[in-house]
């Protein structure tokens, strides 16, 4: 089976024209999150564990050509936040942030260093769900039961299972259902 070689295909990219319609307050914030997020999904433990469950579910290593970490964040038709997209005709995998009003409304129920554990947590369970989308294209059901089971795995063999990491998991999948 051909290596995976993930950490080379993750950028970060923002559409100019998106410039634009933000404050540069919210321009500093969203880069901000961006580094954290490229750094985060980078980290060899992750990749590793990502090879491991690619290998696990068969999901072919071409079929990722790029990995997307956006800068700004993108809303459905419906009004709600996408936390990822995955278009396998191209290849593609796009992460995106929440919002800066989010993020601020989270600090003020929680600390920062738990906002940061959010965020990267956040960012990992999405690329792990687009990732199970190349192998599961329309089950979303599937798709969110596998993210869940494979995203504690994570967590679990890190050795981080703590309260901290247990209020972030009760955030991220509330979250996940909500949007």
């Not at 809303?75 to 709600?80: A, L, S, V, Y």
């Not at 989308?133 to 050795?159: A, C, P």
């Amino acid at each position: 089976m051909q290596k995976i070689k993930l950490p080379s295909k993750i950028r970060i990219t923002v559409h100019s024209r998106r410039f634009v319609r933000f404050s540069e307050k919210h321009i500093r914030f969203y880069m901000k999150y961006a580094f954290v997020v490229f750094k985060t999904l980078r980290k060899t433990p992750f990749q590793k564990f990502l090879r491991w469950m690619i290998r696990r579910e068969k999901i072919e290593a071409n079929r990722v050509k790029d990995i997307h970490v956006r800068v700004f964040p993108l809303r459905k038709k419906n009004g709600k936040g996408l936390a990822g997209k995955c278009s396998s005709s191209q290849g593609a995998i796009y992460i995106y942030p929440k919002r800066l009003e989010f993020c601020q409304k989270l600090l003020q129920d929680c600390e920062k260093k738990n906002v940061y554990s959010y965020i990267k947590n956040r960012a990992k369970a999405t690329l792990i769900h687009e990732l199970l989308h190349l192998r599961y294209l329309d089950d979303e059901d599937k798709v969110r039961e596998l993210t869940k089971k494979y995203f504690r795995t994570f967590i679990k063999h890190q050795n981080i299972q703590d309260s901290e990491t247990n209020g972030v998991l009760k955030i991220l999948f509330k979250q996940q259902k909500l949007d």
